[in-house]
């Protein structure tokens, strides 16, 4: 039987965890929290952490695996790299590429360097920056892990005298302490976050999406909404689609799903922001596989243990989808008694619902996508009618907190 190697434990693998099975294969998870989700539903569970890649290949060669995936698990992509590479296993990327990938600061380097659209951006290890440096920015700024993602530990600053409280916040979200610092991009439309797959290399599923945020929530720049399909211009999809092939070239990638953020900026440049070799978090790859039809975590496991894939042609997407992120509002904070919704919304959009949080557990402000309380995804027949029921949500769903 072979045997797959999951890194990380949220609920998130669970799909992951299923599809393995239905393919006869032997699944292991990792990390150093016994107690998540995933573990209760694999076959067998390795108490490490998942960032000490030399203990987690030592733990992969003694169980003779036959793939590793850090699916929805950014901390764990580079060791599952690692781990692939001296095992002669398949993945989408090669160890140094996948460092690169997940570090923003030496990925920003790798994009200036090859000529690709970046905005002014700097890489931190000491938290002093350099006063000469402060004239580099187009203030505001926004300060990042270079190392994180879900949006935590980013800020916005907005003067140099802020800056030193957001690195803070930033060097505490890090697993290695550095930060980047780069200009804050004012931007045309939405941010879009979607999950693409290569074969050898080349894009052979690819969409966009608008990715917007609550202005109200603790961290305003974590995900609040996710809409399929994008109202990005055609012309700039296309444009991002050659640059991102261009990067997998320059990269010599392989076979394999990626998380990639991109934007178009008020200057109408169109930006890479983010690309990470492995599903997203937030369900993003079982809600295309709905408004789509492509089973891309399927191909992922069958990559990953080095079974065939399942055919790549997408369908045009069937109306109009929202992952909506169920999070608390600002100043709620305590103990879960329920989430409801209204009744008429749940039978005319709600296609899944999948809550992260139960009665009892602890509420807290929603300062990154590990906060989210859980994920709706909800249909609609038109953009107008997703935009006037997911942008009020307080009309239709409600969460019960108790002090």
């Not at 530990?153 to 030193?164: D, F, H, R, Y």
């Not at 983010?274 to 069958?302: F, H």
């Not at 790549?312 to 329920?338: R, Y």
């Amino acid at each position: 039987m072979k045997k797959l190697l999951l890194l990380g434990g949220s609920g998130y693998l669970l799909p992951v965890i299923e599809t393995a099975r239905k393919l006869g294969l032997y699944v292991i998870t990792c990390d150093y929290l016994p107690d998540n989700t995933a573990h209760k539903y694999s076959d067998k569970y390795i108490d490490l952490s998942i960032i000490e890649k030399d203990k987690v290949l030592e733990a992969a060669k003694k169980e003779n695996i036959s793939g590793v995936m850090s699916f929805a698990c950014d901390p764990g992509v580079v060791t599952a790299a690692y781990v692939a590479e001296k095992m002669g296993l398949p993945f989408q990327c090669s160890y140094e590429a996948a460092c690169i990938l997940q570090d923003k600061g030496l990925f920003r380097e790798f994009l200036t360097k090859h000529g690709f659209n970046v905005p002014h951006a700097k890489r931190y290890t000491e938290k002093n920056v350099p006063a000469e440096d402060l004239n580099f920015f187009t203030w505001p700024v926004i300060v990042k892990p270079v190392d994180s993602a879900g949006s935590k530990g980013v800020t916005k600053v907005n003067t140099p005298e802020e800056l030193l409280a957001a690195i803070d916040v930033a060097v505490e979200q890090s697993h290695n302490g550095a930060f980047i610092i780069e200009d804050f991009l004012t931007f045309e439309g939405y941010h879009s976050s979607t999950d693409p797959f290569t074969v050898d290399g080349k894009l052979q599923f690819i969409t966009y999406s608008d990715q917007l945020f609550d202005p109200e929530a603790e961290n305003p720049y974590t995900p609040a909404r996710i809409i399929w399909p994008s109202s990005m211009k055609e012309e700039h999809q296309e444009y991002l689609t050659r640059e991102i092939q261009r990067l997998m070239d320059l990269l010599h990638t392989g076979t394999g799903i990626y998380n990639i953020e991109t934007c178009v900026g008020a200057n109408d440049k169109p930006y890479i922001m983010e690309v990470s070799p492995r599903g997203g978090g937030c369900r993003i790859a079982e809600l295309q596989k709905m408004a789509y039809g492509v089973d891309l975590i399927e191909n992922e496991v069958r990559k990953a243990v080095g079974m065939p894939l399942l055919e790549l042609q997408p369908h045009p997407c069937q109306g109009h989808w929202c992952e909506l992120v169920v999070h608390a509002k600002p100043g709620m904070e305590g103990i879960l008694q329920s989430i409801r919704m209204d009744r008429e919304v749940e039978k005319k959009y709600l296609r899944q619902i999948s809550l992260t949080k139960k009665e009892g557990d602890h509420v807290q402000p929603f300062t990154g996508a590990n906060m989210s309380l859980g994920d709706m995804f909800l249909q609609f027949e038109s953009r107008e009618q997703l935009d006037e029921i997911t942008g009020h949500t307080e009309r239709w769903l409600y969460v019960n907190l108790k002090k």
